[in-house]
């Protein structure tokens, strides 16, 4: 079965929203953070669910950060950088939606600030992606919207997929103890034009084997 159908993810794989909130913790807590001799930076995280030891030493929980993560998007959302430079994010999301259907599927709430944060870093509907979709609120997981393939920074997905879906884990520092192998279809990329590159020659293997069986 060849691939017809990409969710790519937003939050850690193409907006760098962890090193906002980063940021952000950095300010409010910098006497606190001086005193001790230290920062917060993205390798501070733990995991992809726990944020872990470093943060919970001065009382912010893993459900803190996710507040402020949504609260930066809601209110501050120009302060998120792209993870990846500029050209290469909208070059392989570009090269990603002419060849599949690529859809950009977030858990994110604000659907129209992340619109309009996709616009300002020049990634535009229907050039780099066919649709945003937001699960944000509703009672679904990114699995049961049926992609071929997900590029996502949570490698906890896998244990949602099919047997016919993969998974593209974008490495981040959260996640690096995550390698390929950690299930049948799991593949590990640097960045989101390795993710393309992979997919079409993925692709091309596999309508190979389609016509061969033909």
């Known amino acids: 079965m060849t691939i017809n159908h990409v ?3 937003i939050d850690g794989t193409i907006a760098g929203s962890h090193e906002a909130v ?9 006497e606190e953070l001086l005193k001790e001799g230290t920062i917060f930076s993205i390798f501070s995280i733990d995991d992809y669910d726990e ?3 470093k943060f919970e030493k001065f009382g912010i929980t893993t459900e803190d950060c996710i507040d402020i993560l949504l609260d930066i998007w809601k209110n501050d959302y120009s302060n998120i ?10 070059n392989s999301l570009e090269k990603l939606n002419f060849k599949f259907k690529t859809d950009i599927v977030t858990g994110n709430p604000y659907p129209d600030k992340v619109n309009r944060w996709l616009k300002d870093n020049g990634i535009y509907e229907c050039i780099h992606y066919d649709h945003l979709i937001s699960i944000g609120g509703l009672d679904c997981e990114k699995s049961d919207l049926g992609y071929d393939v997900y590029i996502d920074d949570n490698p906890y997905l896998i244990n949602e997929l099919d047997t016919h879906q993969s998974l593209l884990l974008y490495h981040r520092p959260y996640n690096f103890s995550v390698e390929d192998g950690f299930g049948p ?8 034009q390795y993710a393309a590159e992979n997919l079409y020659r993925w692709n091309e293997k596999l309508e190979d084997v389609e016509e061969d069986n033909w």
């Open 185 to 192: 279809l799991v593949f590990t990329i640097d960045n989101i």
């Open 7 to 9: 969710a790519v993810d």
């Open 81 to 90: 950088e792209l993870i990846d430079d500029k050209d290469t994010v909208t």
């Open 22 to 30: 980063i940021d952000k913790l950095n300010n409010v807590y910098r």
């Open 51 to 53: 944020w872990g030891e």
